[in-house]
């Protein structure tokens, strides 16, 4: 492997004849993504594969959401920056079943809550998408397609990995933790349902701030003018087709969970590897949920309206 400093002093370039990617982390500065990965494909030498590092969570660089208030369900997270290795944390589940709040501290949920030293595994979550044919020979072009179609692909990963869970079991998924309540209402008045439900998330001690919700659902709630009355209660809405059509997911996320960030990601450039020899760009981000709280979420299902 020979390696050779940027001229300017900024990151190396490292060219194996191994059959690994090299690797190549030019100096970001204000670039994007994808424009460093842009410079770093326009710069290399030889034909073989090209990995670029990356000191950030790339899902947050998607550039548009500098420009627009949509939120995701990372979004809606408290996160933490850790070290690259499984991190301790203190989970609070409850002892028992829940009991109704009553008007002394002895007397509410969590004072009956267990405690106890729990510890987060961290996971890659990782797209792979085809690079349209030539395009390698326009890093400007090449720069947009990353920036804005493939790291908006690790963000639908990412809402998914956060609801659904990934399948090494690093994370359970929110929909899936046990702990979770649940309730049931009629689609038919969501603005009174998920008024009722945000109060029921209080139930445990905590602030409802956040719901994620389906589009449908979302828009449901922009035409009737709850959308703008949650806000002002501080809620966030987070929508993403991830989220099943007839569930909403109501809670205290910010006390409830960290979203923990190593900053380990890459992009990498897979030569021939896609359909028919078709390059192949990989991005990758590596993450940890830790759940402190999971009787601080509701997941709320619709019903067919009355």
């Given at each position: 492997?020979?390696?050779t400093?940027?001229?300017?002093?900024?990151?190396?370039?490292?060219?194996?004849?191994?059959?690994?990617?090299?690797?190549?982390?030019?100096s970001?500065?204000?670039?994007?993504?994808?424009?460093?990965?842009?410079?770093?494909?326009?710069d290399?030498?030889?034909?073989?594969?090209?990995?670029?590092?990356?000191?950030?969570?790339?899902?947050?660089?998607?550039?548009?959401?500098?420009?627009?208030?949509?939120?995701?369900?990372?979004?809606?997270?408290?996160?933490?920056?850790?070290?690259?290795?499984?991190?301790?944390?203190?989970?609070?589940?409850?002892?028992?079943?829940?009991?109704?709040?009553?008007t002394?501290?002895?007397?509410?949920?969590?004072?009956?809550?267990?405690?106890?030293l729990?510890?987060?595994?961290?996971?890659?979550?990782?797209?792979?998408?085809?690079?349209?044919?030539?395009?390698?020979?326009?890093?400007?072009?090449?720069?947009?397609?990353?920036?804005?179609?493939?790291?908006?692909?690790?963000?639908?990963?990412?809402?998914?990995?956060?609801?659904?869970?990934?399948?090494?079991?690093?994370?359970?998924?929110?929909?899936?933790?046990?702990?979770?309540?649940?309730?049931?209402a009629?689609?038919?008045?969501?603005?009174?349902?998920?008024?009722?439900?945000?109060?029921?998330?209080?139930?445990t001690?905590?602030?409802?701030?956040?719901?994620?919700?389906?589009?449908?659902?979302?828009?449901?709630?922009?035409?009737?003018?709850?959308?703008?009355?949650l806000?002002?209660?501080?809620?966030?809405?987070?929508?993403?087709?991830?989220?099943?059509?007839?569930?909403?997911?109501?809670?205290?996320?910010?006390?409830?969970?960290?979203?923990?960030?190593?900053?380990?990601?890459?992009?990498?450039?897979?030569?021939?590897a896609?359909?028919?020899?078709?390059?192949?760009?990989?991005?990758?981000?590596?993450?940890?949920?830790?759940?402190?709280?999971?009787?601080?979420?509701?997941?709320?299902?619709?019903?067919?309206?009355s």
């Open positions: 492997m020979l390696t400093t940027n001229p300017n002093g900024h990151g190396v370039v490292s060219t194996s004849a191994g059959t690994g990617p090299s690797t190549a982390q030019p970001v500065g204000e670039r994007t993504p994808g424009e460093t990965f842009a410079a770093a494909v326009r290399a030498t030889g034909g073989g594969d090209l990995s670029v590092p990356f000191g950030i969570h790339l899902p947050a660089a998607f550039p548009l959401f500098a420009s627009r208030p949509r939120y995701t369900v990372r979004h809606l997270l408290k996160t933490l920056s850790v070290p690259d290795a499984p991190a301790p944390h203190v989970y609070e589940p409850p002892r028992g079943g829940l009991t109704t709040t009553g002394s501290y002895a007397a509410t949920p969590e004072a009956a809550f267990a405690l106890r729990d510890t987060t595994r961290l996971t890659d979550l990782t797209v792979t998408v085809t690079l349209p044919d030539g395009i390698l020979a326009h890093p400007d072009l090449l720069a947009t397609f990353v920036d804005l179609r493939v790291l908006v692909r690790l963000s639908v990963l990412e809402n998914q990995s956060l609801l659904h869970g990934t399948p090494d079991g690093a994370i359970q998924g929110l929909l899936q933790l046990p702990g979770i309540r649940s309730d049931t009629d689609r038919g008045d969501l603005a009174t349902a998920v008024t009722a439900a945000a109060a029921e998330v209080e139930e001690g905590g602030s409802c701030d956040g719901i994620v919700a389906h589009p449908a659902v979302y828009w449901e709630l922009v035409r009737s003018g709850a959308l703008g009355r806000q002002l209660a501080g809620i966030t809405v987070s929508r993403t087709r991830m989220m099943p059509r007839d569930t909403l997911l109501l809670g205290d996320f910010r006390a409830a969970l960290t979203l923990l960030l190593p900053g380990r990601a890459s992009i990498t450039l897979h030569r021939g896609g359909t028919a020899g078709a390059d192949v760009v990989e991005a990758t981000s590596r993450v940890g949920l830790a759940v402190h709280l999971p009787q601080h979420l509701l997941a709320l299902t619709l019903g067919a309206s």
